[in-house]
């Protein structure tokens, strides 16, 4: 095995389905419905919502490290999520339609090295990363577009 890419446990959102929106805007989240595909992201099974399902849009803290790089963004979460998916030596759905940035981070926190890889590109370019850069432990995908966390890749 090279890497493995590690969904979110959807489990610390699954009570924010039941709440209303004035309470979920307290906690600085949203609920919204997939209206296209892809477009939707969730960040637990690593699919794209179809249309009409409902997700959470919440802020995640994704690199939780007391160095420059600590960083958080909006990510979401389907509600038919019922466990984190892993992928082994294979890529997400969510990989093979995005541009992807992928980021990587040593044992300490701190960025080492960082590539863009095209849609279609990020089984080569993971596997180059951790190849090529034995420093690196763990890899974070962003959506280069808007930015955002998409998975956490760590070397096997």
Same mark, same amino acid.
């Given at each position: 095995?090279?890497? /493995?890419?590690?969904? %979110?446990? @959807?489990? @610390?959102?699954?009570?924010?389905?039941?709440?209303?929106? &004035? =309470? %979920?805007?307290?906690?600085?989240? !949203?609920?919204?419905?997939?209206?296209? /595909?892809?477009?939707? @992201?969730? /960040?637990?099974?690593? =699919?794209? &919502?179809? @249309?009409?399902?409902?997700?959470? %849009?919440?802020? !995640?803290?994704?690199?939780?490290?007391?160095?420059?790089?600590?960083?958080?963004? &909006?990510?979401?979460?389907?509600?038919?999520?019922?466990?984190?998916?892993?992928?082994?030596?294979?890529?997400?759905p969510v990989?093979?339609? !995005?541009? %992807?940035?992928? $980021?990587?981070f040593d044992?300490?926190?701190?960025?080492?090295?960082?590539?863009?890889?095209?849609?279609?590109?990020?089984?080569?370019?993971?596997?180059?990363?951790?190849?090529? $850069?034995?420093?690196?432990?763990?890899?974070?995908a962003h959506? &280069?577009?808007?930015?955002?966390?998409?998975? /956490?890749?760590?070397?096997?």
């Open positions: 095995m090279v890497y /493995r890419v590690e969904g %979110l446990d @959807p489990a @610390p959102w699954r009570p924010f389905f039941g709440l209303s929106d &004035a =309470e %979920l805007g307290e906690r600085r989240a !949203r609920r919204v419905v997939a209206d296209l /595909r892809p477009g939707f @992201p969730c /960040r637990a099974t690593l =699919e794209d &919502a179809q @249309p009409g399902e409902l997700l959470i %849009l919440v802020n !995640r803290l994704s690199h939780d490290v007391e160095t420059p790089f600590r960083s958080a963004y &909006a990510i979401y979460i389907r509600e038919l999520a019922s466990a984190a998916a892993c992928y082994v030596d294979a890529v997400p990989f093979e339609t !995005r541009t %992807l940035s992928l $980021r990587g044992d300490d926190g701190m960025l080492r090295a960082a590539v863009l890889a095209a849609p279609g590109d990020a089984d080569a370019a993971i596997r180059d990363f951790f190849r090529e $850069r034995r420093e690196v432990a763990t890899i974070h959506n &280069a577009a808007a930015g955002c966390f998409s998975a /956490r890749i760590v070397r096997d």
